[in-house]
């Protein structure tokens, strides 16, 4: 069964660096997004991304945040300057066409830790 | 504002001891209401997909059932692989999918 995959699945990295964090979404999905998920926390919708251009982002998606999908496969979420706050569980989730658009599949996520 | 609750925060059951867990609703315009399970520092794994009130989906020991204001996770006979968070997530008609989350049940099952 084709599964989402992330990667790293752990990022430690210094406050004010760039971290780009890698998703390679079931192939046939066409809609993809990123949430994140604050240690005891909600899960909280980032960013929505559909023909190449972002759908819907939230309060929390600023400028320093972006996203692409370079190569047909993967899907990259980039964060310029990196904040403490900033650290969190990271899931890419990717939907599917038609009838099936509405279910999203989540990856293992990638665990970001500022510090 | 569209949000997301559940109840309880936490439950504990032997193994064999049927519970429910319960996910109430108030959003703009419901789209589709999703469970998943949540296992410690994974993703979340999809579960049902439940779109109208009266509308049932069955898999295993898991039923979810909806309302129009709530839903409910049914756990029959749970084991204790059945231990996990169970989260519960809506999305909203005329947006783009987006899924707000709510906080989460913490089920142990003991043996």
């Known amino acids: 069964e084709p599964e989402v995959t992330q990667t790293p699945s752990h990022q430690v990295t210094q406050m004010g660096q760039e971290v780009i964090l890698r998703c390679v979404p079931i192939s046939n999905h066409l809609y993809f997004y990123w949430y994140r998920q604050i240690l005891g926390q909600k899960v909280e919708f980032l960013v929505s991304f559909y023909n190449n251009e972002i759908s819907e982002k939230s309060e929390i998606f600023d400028d320093q945040f972006s996203v692409e999908r370079p190569d047909g496969s993967n899907f990259t979420l980039k964060i310029r300057s990196t904040k403490l706050e900033d650290s969190a569980m990271y899931f890419c989730?990717?939907?599917?066409?038609?009838?099936?658009?509405?279910?999203?599949?989540f990856g293992p996520g990638t665990r970001l830790t500022v510090l | 504002e569209d949000q997301v609750t559940q109840s309880p925060e936490a439950l504990r059951l032997q193994e064999g001891e049927s519970s429910s867990l319960n996910c109430s609703y108030t959003v703009s315009g419901l789209r589709g209401l999703f469970w998943y399970r949540q296992d410690p520092g994974k993703g979340p794994e999809f579960l049902f997909t439940?779109?109208?009130a009266g509308e049932e989906k069955e898999k295993e020991r898991l039923k979810a059932t909806l309302t129009k204001k709530e839903s409910f996770l049914h756990i029959t006979a749970p084991k204790p692989e059945d231990s996990a968070t169970y989260l519960c997530a809506v999305s909203t008609a005329g947006g783009y999918n987006k899924l707000i989350f709510g906080a989460g049940t913490r089920l142990a099952v003991h043996p």
């Open positions: 439940l779109y109208s």
């Open positions: 989730a990717g939907a599917g066409g038609g009838p099936t658009a509405d279910t999203q599949y």
